[in-house]
């Protein structure tokens, strides 16, 4: 059964940084490319970033360009979001995800056929 747990979220004031991470068990996770995506209270889940399964494309979504990075260590299974200088508008529930689709370029969350719980990101002002 495969699971992906993220951790790593938390209470942050404006400017300031977290490094959510997101461990996978269950599943070849070198073969799968995985991306980030956020949901905030009323609105629909969004696309954050992606990295392909060797970690060599990397994309964003214009709204966080410059500020967050994705990177992974499959060695760990895990795949983490650097975000520095956040903004209020950042707050929302981060999710990660896991999908076959290795090498593409996965925005949508069609593309995706596992997800994590979600960890809480809150961006004070």
């Known amino acids: 059964q495969v699971h992906l747990v993220e951790s790593g979220g938390g209470l942050v004031q404006a400017g300031g940084s977290l490094r959510p991470s997101c461990a996978a068990s269950?599943?070849?996770?070198?073969?799968?490319?995985m991306g980030w995506f956020r949901q905030a209270p009323g609105r629909e889940r969004e696309f954050v970033a992606g990295?392909?399964?060797?970690?060599?494309?990397?994309y964003y979504s214009d709204s966080v360009k410059g500020r967050f990075t994705i990177s992974r260590d499959n060695p760990k299974s895990t795949v983490y979001l650097e975000m520095n200088s956040l903004k209020p508008e950042d707050t929302a529930v981060y999710y990660c995800a896991a999908s076959r689709y290795g090498a593409g370029y996965n925005t949508s969350p069609d593309r995706y056929d596992y997800w994590g719980q979600g960890t809480q990101v809150i961006v004070s002002s």
């Open positions: 269950g599943l070849t996770f070198s073969n799968y490319g």
């Open positions: 990295i392909t399964f060797t970690g060599n494309r990397l």
